[in-house]
């Protein structure tokens, strides 16, 4: 789709959501999740280093209720950047934001996109569907997976989370949902498939301790 058509189709998604959220009057009742702050540090044979807390300005933009920034690092070195980020309630206006609206404004410029089907996560007999970007800032390449996670879905596609987060509202009287986001740099440009093979291996062995977190 042309940038622009994108772009304002995704603005008039926002608008509609927020005003049929905005009219859902009925009290939302919390739901129940531990804080990412005891999220594990070791995850398989990953071990993680906590990123500095996000800025203030930044946190704010964000509107998430909790988040979770970190680099994790295979004992050979290899390393990933994995961010989650959870909204309590999407009533109030502070939606998710798709990484799309975050990554030019931090200097990274789309290389391609496209998405990519993981088989079998976690050991599951699921596969899931999530956003495949290459992005670019001067000389560094990164490839970045991410995707929307809410109920027990796991979703890429950000028009139709919109569509689900409505049809939530007024189902289970729920607008909780989370992003999730796993980046791994490109060191040379004939390095993106092993940089999606990192991120693809990392997504394996953490999707099973999402479900501890992101309520169903």
Request: aromatic share 8%; net charge neutral; hydrophobic share 45%.
């Amino acid at each position: 789709m042309n940038p622009m058509l994108r772009a304002l189709a995704l603005c008039g998604m926002m608008v509609a959501t927020t005003v049929f959220l905005a009219n859902t009057r009925r009290t939302e009742v919390p739901v129940s999740r531990p804080d990412f702050d005891s999220f594990p540090m070791n995850i398989s044979s990953w071990r993680a280093v906590v990123d500095p807390p996000l800025d203030e300005n930044i946190l704010k933009t964000l509107g998430a209720d909790d988040y979770l920034s970190r680099v994790y690092y295979r004992p050979d070195g290899a390393a990933v950047g994995l961010f989650i980020g959870f909204y309590a309630s999407q009533r109030q206006g502070d939606t998710i934001h798709s990484p799309l609206n975050c990554l030019p404004g931090a200097g990274w410029a789309p290389v391609s996109q496209g998405r990519l089907v993981i088989p079998a996560v976690g050991g599951s007999a699921a596969d899931i569907e999530v956003n495949r970007y290459v992005v670019q800032k001067g000389l560094d390449r990164q490839m970045v997976l991410y995707w929307y996670q809410s109920h027990g879905r796991v979703v890429a596609s950000e028009y139709k989370s919109r569509l689900l987060l409505m049809a939530d509202a007024m189902r289970l009287n729920r607008t909780d949902g989370s992003m999730v986001r796993v980046i791994a740099p490109i060191r040379h440009e004939a390095d993106a498939a092993q940089a999606e093979a990192l991120a693809t291996a990392f997504v394996h062995a953490l999707f099973p301790l999402l479900t501890g977190y992101l309520p169903s």
